[in-house]
């Protein structure tokens, strides 16, 4: 499992510029903000978070549609699926080595691209944290469109499409825990728990769905 972790994580850094073409494509979503609401500092304080994790969840749709393809291609996903480690186990690991290329970096590239946006210190932190709890969800969704997807030869738009809406819940829970911490009468905890509780279904849910589309696919 963890030479599987550390081969998969290779490849998603390779593939397509893996993080990078991530990060840049989150800062670009972030740049272009101002340009279209003014100048207001004020405002861009205050839709600061909601663009972030905007601009994050849209980040993270990019590569999942080779989540499974690379194996599909070069014929080792036939051995997934005969090999002794339950297929379970492996679409888990893939799925943390895709977060721990993609997702990762997009959380660590938070605070400065808060900072673009104007928001305090208390603010990025909160979108720091909500986003390394909930983007691990929209991983997890992902692989379920992705498995879905592997037989296709140009599955990147039906990915999206399938996977965007489930990430819905996501990107509220994300966006109300950090308002929630920077507005005072607001409680922080329930919505930030309620993101957990997401993520942790979806880490349940998304390897066993993603599993059973592979077993269908390769039929």
Known sequence: MIALFLRDLKLSIRAGGGAMIGVLFFMTVVAVIPFGVGPDLNLLARIGPAILWIGALLASLLGLDRLFQAEREDGSLDLMLMQETP?????????????????????????????????????????????LVGTPAITFIGAVGAAVAVSLPRGGLLVSILVLPLAIPV????????????????????PLMILMAITLFFAVIGPVAAAAALRHASD
Request: hydrophobic share 65%.
């Open 87 to 131: 297929l379970l186990a492996t679409v888990f690991v893939k799925c943390a080595a895709h977060w721990a290329a993609t997702g990762l970096p997009l959380v660590i590239a938070a605070p400065l691209l808060g900072l673009f946006m104007n928001m305090d210190e208390l603010a990025i932190g909160a979108t720091m944290l909500t986003l």
């Open 171 to 190: 990107l509220i829970f994300g966006v109300s825990a950090v308002y929630a911490a920077i507005e005072d009468p607001a409680p922080f905890l329930p």
